[in-house]
């Protein structure tokens, strides 16, 4: 199956497309309402909450804004590579659930990003008031995967 042809297959397929697919697919972060799906043995993810696919676009715009300084990026409106992408997904969930569950026992795991935003919407009071300056550390200190190094033969 060609490019093309994929993109026009899955935007019919994914009406609404998970903010956090990429870091779902990497399996560093779950979502309740994440419906996973295959296309030409591609793996792709749908939201099945239309008010938690609104808050996840919302939570990534500000992350993505708050981010410029641990990206080194300038442009808002520019596509992310996709480790800065990762970066923003995984780092900024951590961070946020840093914020609202302090003790909790795998750090590095985020287990449901629904729950996640919704009670850290509660806690202080909407998304807007989430202390992203004391997220920011999570996002920067995020590394991805490192290169594999090729073996010369």
Known sequence: MDQDAFRQTYREVNER???????ILTNQVDCSQAERFCIAEREGVSCRSE??????????????????????TLDDKAMLA?????????????????????????????????????TAEQQF??????????VMPYLAAYKGRSRKRRRRR
């Open 17 to 23: 497309a998970c903010a956090f697919e990429k870091s």
């Open 51 to 72: 008010a938690g696919h609104a808050r996840c676009l919302a939570v990534l715009a500000t992350l993505r804004e708050q981010a410029h300084f641990a990206l080194r």
């Open 82 to 118: 996709h480790g800065k992408a990762i970066r923003i997904q995984v780092g900024g969930m951590r961070g946020i659930r840093a914020l609202v569950e302090p003790g909790a026992d795998d750090p590095d795991r985020v287990p449901d990003i629904f729950t996640l935003l919704k």
């Open 125 to 134: 009071g909407g998304l807007a008031q989430l202390p992203y300056s004391q």
